[in-house]
């Protein structure tokens, strides 16, 4: 297994506060993700990183920023947190090389934003 | 952008039957696709991956059929265990890179 650390695992929040997530990993994989989950909505790609400083949107990026000073750390940054973003975000993993997508994921954090 | 459709209602089956997942795509076939498995509280964890040229894949008791012209995959598990109860998720690749997209999952619940 990926050793994939996401951190905090649960947080309760305010609307308007801003709140990081850190997903640390241990595997020297090139490529990292943050993805939420929603009932009904699956998982969906917030942002992705293919290498340290190089980052890239994705389908649901409004309101969040990424950052990726080190290999092994992907943080995801909520500014100002809204309801909507109440939410679980599973970051996610690939060694870059390779002909497959095949993506190894962290346990998951739970934001609550009252 | 490409969407991917899976069963919301969840499937309820006797052990020892087979049960069967659909997934289906609305856009460019991708160069494969991938299947997942999502036990709650816990992050998915990747079970099979087929190729956009291969008709069938095996893993013990699970199989995969890639049927690009219905632009759908099923998702067969055999003999089907209590323990197999979880949620499995389609994926396939955006186009681009290792970027993935997941449908949002089916519930699979298996009765002793």
């Known amino acids: 297994d990926a050793g994939i650390t996401q951190s905090p695992r649960h947080k309760v929040t305010e609307t308007g506060t801003p709140v990081t997530l850190r997903c640390h990993q241990t595997e020297n994989h090139r490529y990292m993700y943050w993805y939420r989950q929603d009932p009904g909505h699956g998982l969906r790609l917030i942002h992705y990183s293919y290498g340290v400083k190089d980052t890239d949107k994705g389908e649901v990026s409004d309101g969040y920023s990424v950052s990726r000073s080190k290999t092994e750390d992907f943080l995801l940054t909520l500014e100002s947190a809204t309801s909507s973003q109440t939410s679980v975000y599973f970051c996610?993993?690939?060694?870059?090389?390779?002909?497959?997508?095949?993506?190894?994921f962290g346990e998951g954090s739970r934001l609550t934003v009252l | 952008s490409q969407k991917i459709e899976q069963n919301s209602e969840a499937l309820n089956i006797q052990e020892g039957k087979t049960a069967t997942l659909t997934c289906n795509y609305t856009?460019?076939?991708?160069?494969?696709l991938q299947w997942y498995r999502q036990d709650p509280g816990r992050g998915p964890v990747f079970l099979l991956l087929?190729?956009?040229?291969?008709k069938e894949k095996r893993k013990e008791r699970l199989k995969v059929t890639f049927d690009t012209t219905l632009k759908q995959s099923l998702f067969h598990i055999t003999a089907s265990q209590p323990a197999d109860s979880a949620t499995y998720l389609c994926a396939l690749d955006m186009g681009g890179g290792f970027k993935t997209i997941f449908g949002a999952g089916t519930r699979l619940f298996v009765k002793a």
């Open positions: 087929i190729r956009e040229n291969e």
């Open positions: 856009n460019y076939s991708p160069a494969y």
């Open positions: 996610a993993t690939h060694p870059g090389t390779g002909e497959t997508g095949e993506l190894f």
